[in-house]
T-cell receptor
Framework: GEDVEQSLFLSVREGDSSVINCTYTDSSSTYLYWYKQEPGAGLQLLTYIFSNMDMKQDQRLTVLLNKKDKHLSLRIADTQTGDSAIYFC????????????FGKGTKLSVKP | NAGVTQTPKFRVLKTGQSMTLLCAQDMNHEYMYWYRQDPGMGLRLIHYSVGEGTTAKGEVPDGYNVSRLKKQNFLLGLESAAPSQTSVYFCAANRTPNEQFFGPGTRLTVL
């Protein structure tokens, strides 16, 4: 079945760039997503990319999609302590219903 | 505009008890979803609805039932709770499939 994989932890220093990587299996995914979850909170949609795009930039966030390798990455420029959270990659499946398959999440720790 | 709200925020049940989790949205969205989140597991889809009066099974539907009698509400029921259903439950809603808005979650413990 479909699967989304991410590394579990990433630690960076404040001001550095963070790169969170994700691989997925469903080549028919229409959209790929990045969500952020802070402790005790729900998931917040950060950004998403349509499968026919290679890159999307939104302020400090850059999403890169390599469809051939089924690899998605999220780069956070000038990482701040407020960026510390768990980041989930997700792929859309199931046609128009919007069903998502989530990765297990990458816990980003930002050290001052 | 509260977005997606969930009731209750916390609940402790004994094995075999029943309960209903309520998800409400004020965005007039067609699509609504129930997920569970377990440590180290990411989110898994339990059931979803593509409109009022419709429901469908997701990845892990066993032990749960849902209803969508009104467009703004999506109810998740546990008829006979089991310890394996201890989890954090998230509801989501979206108008189009590519933007899901999540509620704050319900933390359920089954003893």
């Amino acid at each position: 079945g479909e699967d989304v994989e991410q590394s579990l932890f990433l630690s960076v220093r404040e001001g550095d760039s963070s790169v969170i990587n994700c691989t997925y299996t469903d080549s028919s995914s229409t959209y790929l997503y990045w969500y952020k979850q802070e402790p005790g909170a729900g998931l917040q949609l950060l950004t998403y990319i349509f499968s026919n795009m290679d890159m999307k930039q939104d302020q400090r966030l850059t999403v890169l999609l390599n469809k051939k390798d089924k690899h998605l990455s999220l780069r956070i420029a000038d990482t701040q302590t407020g960026d510390s959270a768990i980041y989930f990659c997700a792929e859309s499946i199931g046609g128009s219903q919007g069903n998502l398959i989530f990765g297990k999440g990458t816990k980003l720790s930002v050290k001052p | 505009n509260a977005g997606v709200t969930q009731t209750p925020k916390f609940r402790v049940l004994k094995t075999g008890q029943s309960m209903t989790l309520l998800c409400a949205q004020d965005m007039n969205h067609e699509y609504m979803y129930w997920y569970r989140q377990d440590p180290g597991m990411g989110l898994r889809l339990i059931h979803y609805s593509v409109g009022e009066g419709t429901t469908a099974k997701g990845e892990v539907p066993d032990g749960y039932n849902v209803s969508r009698l009104k467009k703004q509400n999506f109810l998740l029921g546990l008829e006979s709770a089991a310890p394996s259903q201890t989890s954090v439950y998230f509801c989501a809603a979206n108008r189009t499939p590519n933007e899901q808005f999540f509620g704050p979650g319900t933390r359920l413990t089954v003893l």
